[in-house]
């Protein structure tokens, strides 16, 4: 009997957003605060606020955060969506806002504005699929619920613990995307791991860093 012609994947429309390039990587689910206060960004912070919208994270390659007169910025073609869950202004000039990462997104093309935004016209990636962690990887999700539980019985507020719930301790995607967040490792290596759109090797690789850096017992 043959077998049954594969459903078609819908097609996923390009958008553009508005882009802030950072010397980290944002992945799915994580945590970012951000004190603004550059006039590019905080009218695109504004814009978001009002309309209820997101912005692009990429990690830059070259340049810094902080925009400096003939100096270029690169960065690279696959980063995270975040969304602004809280915000404030302590001073004039100065906003601090909360996000977490949402979607992935590949640059289709970007375009630096007159007054030093960048935004991009992107395609959103697609989420992981749910992976249940199987027996050889567990490892890694027992000491990311150690190092989760000394956090927790610190007492700290919610906006001060690092991971936000709910914790899916068991799943591959969750456990590797907080792991990739922590470990010091090259923006190169993040980026490798935040690409890839197969959640058990993304925990394989996170569990031989581990590994290498001693953190599992």
């Known amino acids: 009997m043959p077998a049954a012609p594969a459903t078609p994947r819908p097609p996923i429309s390009a958008q553009t957003i508005p882009l802030f390039p950072l010397a980290s990587t944002l992945f799915p689910e994580g945590r970012l605060p951000l004190q603004i206060f550059e006039v590019r960004y905080l009218d695109m912070i504004g814009k978001c606020i009002a309309e209820g919208s997101g912005f692009g994270v990429v ?3 070259e340049g810094s955060e902080v925009r400096r007169p003939g100096q270029s ?117 993040k980026q490798s791991l935040l690409a890839l759109d197969n959640p058990l090797l993304r925990l394989e690789l996170v569990q031989d860093a581990l590994d290498e850096l001693g953190w599992l017992k």
């Open 73 to 189: 910025e690169r960065f690279v073609g696959v980063g995270t969506l975040a969304r602004i869950r809280e915000w404030s202004t302590p001073s004039p000039g100065l906003m601090r806002i909360a996000c977490s990462g949402g979607e992935r997104f590949r640059i289709l093309q970007a375009e630096q504005q007159k007054h030093g935004l960048w935004t991009a016209e992107v395609e959103m990636m697609e989420s992981d699929r749910a992976v249940i962690i199987p027996e050889e990887l567990r490892n890694t999700a027992r000491a990311l619920d150690d190092l989760l539980q000394s956090v927790l019985r610190q007492g700290l507020p919610d906006s001060e613990v690092p991971i936000a719930a709910p914790f899916r301790l068991d799943d591959c995607g969750w456990v590797a995307n907080r792991w990739a967040e922590m470990m010091p490792i090259t923006v190169e290596m």
């Open 59 to 61: 990690a830059l390659t």
